[in-house]
């Protein structure tokens, strides 16, 4: 029997996150093949997808770069300028934000930091959902620890409304003390709910008072929003 009749053809198909391979080795003078099928690993740092974005470059000009998302790590290139970013999961954390906005609606921008320079990408929605999705959360730690400072703060700023009762409201004082305690007895991520729409009646009650308290009601609304927006950095 020649070497030719053992001599099998392979085919590789993607299946999810492995490869299945199939053997089909002749077998026998009639030459029926026999087919065999068995999984392959799929290597971790193989492309899950790529597409393009746009940078920021000055005011008005924006370069087109490619992003190449892995499982592991994320690479973001110039086909014109050949200048590449190279960001691994675990440095993402570090490297990759989302920068917060003033509205409820993300305008899509994300900050890259590479060898001390921010480089700013603009991404359409689908592009932001795809990175937001391969990011690591924050983990529940992280998020503790957020809230800790947050009910502390809020005690404080309760206990600062029920001395100064001559200038500032005793019972809203009272209301977010209760607050600043369910941040530290609760720590869940609806708290930054909570927490943001504490703020906007704040902002709301303080702007309707007029003169400096209206800066100051701005202000609190802005930083209301900026606390519901973070619902979606945690796990």
């Given at each position: 029997?020649?070497?030719?009749?053992?001599v099998?053809t392979?085919?590789?198909?993607?299946?999810?996150?492995?490869?299945?391979?199939?053997i089909?080795e002749?077998?026998?003078?009639?030459?029926?093949?026999?087919?065999?099928?068995?999984?392959?690993?799929?290597?971790?740092?193989?492309?899950i997808?790529?597409?393009?974005?746009?940078?920021?470059?000055g005011?008005?000009?924006?370069?087109?770069?490619?992003?190449t998302?892995?499982?592991?790590?994320?690479?973001?290139?110039s086909?014109?300028?050949?200048?590449?970013?190279?960001?691994?999961?675990?440095?993402?954390?570090?490297?990759?934000?989302f920068?917060?906005?003033?509205?409820?609606f993300?305008?899509?921008?994300?900050?890259?930091?590479?060898?001390?320079?921010?480089?700013q990408f603009?991404?359409?929605?689908?592009?932001?959902?795809?990175?937001?999705?391969?990011?690591?959360?924050?983990?529940?730690?992280?998020?503790?620890?957020?809230?800790?400072?947050?009910?502390?703060?809020?005690?404080?700023l309760?206990?600062?409304?029920?001395?100064?009762?001559?200038?500032?409201?005793?019972?809203?004082g009272?209301?977010?003390?209760?607050?600043?305690?369910?941040?530290?007895?609760?720590?869940?991520?609806?708290m930054?709910?909570?927490?943001?729409?504490?703020?906007?009646?704040?902002?709301?009650?303080?702007?309707?008072?007029?003169?400096?308290?209206?800066?100051f009601?701005?202000?609190?609304l802005?930083?209301?929003?900026?606390e519901?927006?973070?619902?979606k950095?945690?796990?």
């Open positions: 029997m020649s070497i030719s009749e053992y099998g392979q085919r590789i198909q993607e299946v999810g996150r492995a490869r299945v391979t199939e089909h002749p077998s026998g003078k009639a030459k029926k093949g026999v087919t065999t099928r068995k999984e392959i690993p799929q290597s971790v740092d193989s492309i997808e790529s597409f393009k974005v746009k940078r920021s470059v005011l008005f000009k924006k370069e087109e770069w490619d992003i998302i892995k499982h592991d790590s994320i690479q973001f290139s086909p014109g300028s050949g200048e590449c970013i190279s960001v691994s999961r675990d440095e993402a954390k570090d490297r990759i934000e920068p917060r906005e003033y509205t409820l993300s305008s899509g921008i994300a900050h890259v930091k590479q060898d001390g320079k921010v480089y603009v991404l359409g929605s689908a592009g932001k959902s795809r990175l937001r999705s391969w990011l690591p959360k924050k983990t529940l730690p992280e998020l503790k620890n957020e809230l800790r400072k947050w009910g502390i703060g809020l005690i404080v309760g206990g600062v409304h029920l001395l100064l009762t001559g200038f500032l409201d005793p019972l809203w009272l209301v977010l003390a209760c607050i600043g305690v369910l941040n530290l007895l609760v720590p869940r991520r609806g930054f709910i909570m927490n943001g729409i504490a703020l906007l009646l704040a902002g709301v009650l303080n702007m309707s008072v007029g003169g400096g308290w209206k800066i009601g701005m202000l609190q802005v930083w209301g929003v900026q519901i927006r973070k619902l950095e945690y796990e």
